[in-house]
């Protein structure tokens, strides 16, 4: 396990790996991480950035306690630490003959498909310029991406908007361990998980959520998005100078490796999606239909959770409540609610029109 043969890499630093606890700025840890970076590029690796540290250097200017921010406030707090932040990665990596650039994501833009398509050809002209494009969060209007901290997540759908080959999250830990190692003198790095449902089955994710700073279940859900994207993903230790090199040299940090090959554009789209707005429970035989490669029709849905319009990504479970597919609906959920159990033919009558007979299109789906 290793990144040479890795083509397009993305990296995610938190604000702790920029910023210490006594608000001062971490010069030579990011010095070093710009000569990993240089190395990267110098065997001719592609390379994304995708950072946090808006509101802390922004706290750290205005002279405010992060802690007690309120979001609106937190909001104009990121909008003065973005030029900080910039200014930093601009004057650091320029030592280096570095050039960079900015782009400004919400989970939004990466779930809406024209967007992210767009955000797809911005990083491949980047890459023809030269330049490495550092991703922050646009904390002024993302609400939610400030009070939940989602940096995880976003690294992982910059990872399959790029097609990158490996997502790197630097934490303040060396990867995913089967306890608490602050509670357990026991617990063991975990070096290599090939299948994550089964591999994490028996570990308290809960319990080590509490060792690092960005919380395990937010990496282990970038790990799954990243897997079903055909993308492997690491966890190491990012307070180490020279963090890449580390990984390079002494792999102590925990690798997810993904089994799918090979996907379209559009299904690692629908796969990677990070906020499903529903779900549809099925029977047994409209999953054996599925399997055989079939669209799923309204007779086979059994039930319909959550509220979503036609065009959003939801997941297919089966009788078990297990997942088995994402896909895109070719109907609301009310809509479905309707028909759920109907034959096809029944659906026009029912809603009084019919724009499809499939709820989800087999050419929209993808089996996990």
């Keep these: 396990m290793h990144l040479k043969n890795s083509k397009i890499i993305v990296i995610k630093i938190g604000s702790s790996l920029i910023i210490d606890k006594n608000k001062k700025i971490r010069s030579k840890w990011l010095s070093s991480f710009a000569k990993d970076i240089k190395k990267l590029r110098s065997k001719n690796k592609k390379v994304v950035i995708v950072s946090s540290g808006a509101i802390a250097l922004g706290c750290k200017k205005m002279n405010y306690n992060k802690t007690n921010l309120k979001l609106d406030k937190s909001q104009a707090i990121a909008s003065i630490g973005q030029i900080e932040l910039m200014n930093l990665f601009s004057q650091t990596f320029s030592k280096y003959k570095i050039n960079i650039s900015q782009i400004l994501l919400t989970l939004d833009d990466t779930e809406e498909r024209r967007r992210s398509i767009n955000a797809k050809r911005t990083f491949e002209n980047l890459f023809q310029l030269d330049y490495v494009p550092v991703v922050n969060e646009n904390d002024t209007i993302a609400t939610s991406e400030i009070k939940y901290g989602d940096n995880d997540r976003l690294a992982s759908r910059v990872a399959q908007i790029t097609s990158a080959d490996t997502l790197i999250l630097l934490s303040d830990v060396d990867g995913l361990f089967t306890k608490n190692p602050k509670k357990f003198k026991n617990a063991k790095l975990i070096k290599k998980i090939s299948n994550l449902e089964e591999d994490i089955r028996n570990i308290d994710i809960r319990g080590i959520t509490e060792f690092g700073s960005g919380g395990m279940d937010t990496k282990i859900e970038a790990a799954k998005i990243c897997n079903l994207a055909g993308c492997n993903m690491i966890i190491a230790n990012g307070l180490y100078l020279n963090p890449i090199e580390q990984i390079e040299n002494k792999n102590n940090c925990t690798w997810f490796i993904s089994s799918i090959q090979k996907l379209d554009a559009r299904k690692k789209w629908i796969i990677s999606s990070v906020s499903p707005k529903g779900e549809l429970i099925i029977d047994d ?84």
């Design 285 to 368: 035989g409209a999953k054996k239909a599925l399997i055989n490669g079939k669209s799923l029709l309204a007779a086979g849905i059994k039930k319909v959770s959550g509220n979503f319009k036609k065009g959003d990504h939801i997941k297919i479970l089966d009788n078990k409540r297990k997942e088995f597919a994402r896909g895109l609906s070719s109907f609301s959920s009310n809509e479905i609610n309707k028909i759920l159990g109907c034959h096809s033919n029944e659906i026009k009558k029912i809603l009084g029109y019919v724009t499809k007979s499939e709820i989800v299109h087999k050419d929209d789906m993808v089996k996990i």
